[in-house]
């Protein structure tokens, strides 16, 4: 079990804004930036938000990432068919003293 | 383009060592600022960092995968290796190298490329 906490599933309608929460200690999240990843099926983690709230170039504006104390959100407005997916969050532990991923939270789009 | 490309063998025995190496191309893995990661998911699981190497060699790992662990640079060729030695069934996974960029004092870090992944199997 990961230390790092995600929902195992969200979901939403066409159009719809749904967040996807993130939680996490002192060691990880309330020290450190945290990053999300898009991962659909049967290919590679894809970078959608680093440092809280920053978009790689590419990545729609619909994207949207924020932190708070020991949490993180992504938030996913105008949602699409094409969103539904597997997304984890990463931040550095520092028990660790290298990245935790979040369980991953599967999206459905209904 | 940063690309990375996962190789090495689909189907490793039990107790024997698990051999993978990710080729880079696209830019050098002697450039500063980036540490060269091993990443494993376990079928239908999440993803777990086992470690990752600077060019200089220095490495950091996973304290549950440490004592079993071993990675190393090969800059003649621009590819970094990963050894898992001692492997059981729990080892079997999706293995993905990926680019680490830590910022200073860790002001920042994410995996910015991914190879597509290899998945080793353990099983006799």
Sequence with gaps: QSVVTQPPSASGTPGQRVTISCSGSSSNIGSHTVNWYQQLPGTAPKLLIYSNSQRPSGVPERFSGSKSGTSASLAISGLQSEDETDYYCAAWDDSLNGPVFGGGTKLTVL | ?124
């Design chain 2, 1 to 124: 383009q940063v690309q990375l490309q996962e190789s090495g063998p689909g189907l490793v025995k039990p107790s024997q060592t698990l051999s993978l190496t990710c080729t880079v191309s696209g830019g050098s893995i002697s450039s500063g600022g980036y540490y060269w990661s091993w990443i494993r998911q376990h079928p239908g699981k999440g993803l777990e960092w086992i470690g990752y190497i600077h060019y200089s060699g220095s490495t950091y790992y996973n304290p549950s995968l440490k004592s079993r662990v071993t990675t190393s640079v090969d800059m003649s060729k621009n590819q970094f290796s990963l050894k898992l030695n001692s492997v059981t069934a729990a080892d079997t996974a999706v293995y993905y190298c990926a680019r680490l960029l830590t910022g200073e004092l860790l002001s920042f870090f994410y995996f910015d490329y991914w190879g597509q992944g290899t998945l080793v199997t353990v099983s006799s």
